[in-house]
């Protein structure tokens, strides 16, 4: 399965962006999706997830408030909708997909990664 990031840059602290992520799959519909974010040297952290049938959203308390994650089924298509960026949020970004919420919720190794996009917030 692969997995095509797009949407990151470089913004002012106040900032939105939205990242994309489409995804080779038969159909979203089977997998719960999630955007991870890793700055280098930090662990990787869970941003925001979905469940598969698009019913439930968890979200980072980093990010509560702030970001919005969605999806376009027929477009195959998972969305961030990031608002109010601070520079803490400057990371890679990384769309996922598995078959388990849980797997996302939890911050486990999904089934399948994207290549991640660098979103770079400036003060």
């Not at 095509?4 to 719960?32: E, K, P, T, W």
């Not at 408030?65 to 990384?94: C, H, Q, W």
């Amino acid at each position: 399965v692969q997995l095509q990031a797009s949407g990151g840059g470089s913004v002012q602290a106040g900032g939105s962006l939205r990242l994309s992520c489409v995804a080779a799959v038969q159909s979203l519909d089977y997998y719960a999706i999630g955007w991870f974010r890793q700055v280098p040297g930090k662990e990787r952290e869970g941003v925001a997830c979905m469940s598969s049938s698009g019913g439930s959203t968890y979200y980072a308390d980093s990010v509560k408030g702030r970001f919005t994650i969605s999806r376009d089924v027929a477009k195959r298509t998972v969305y961030l909708d990031m608002n109010s960026l601070k520079p803490e949020d400057t990371a890679v970004y990384y769309c996922a997909l598995d078959r388990l919420l849980s797997t996302l919720v939890h911050g486990q190794d999904p089934d399948y990664w994207g290549q991640g996009t660098q979103v770079t917030v400036s003060s």
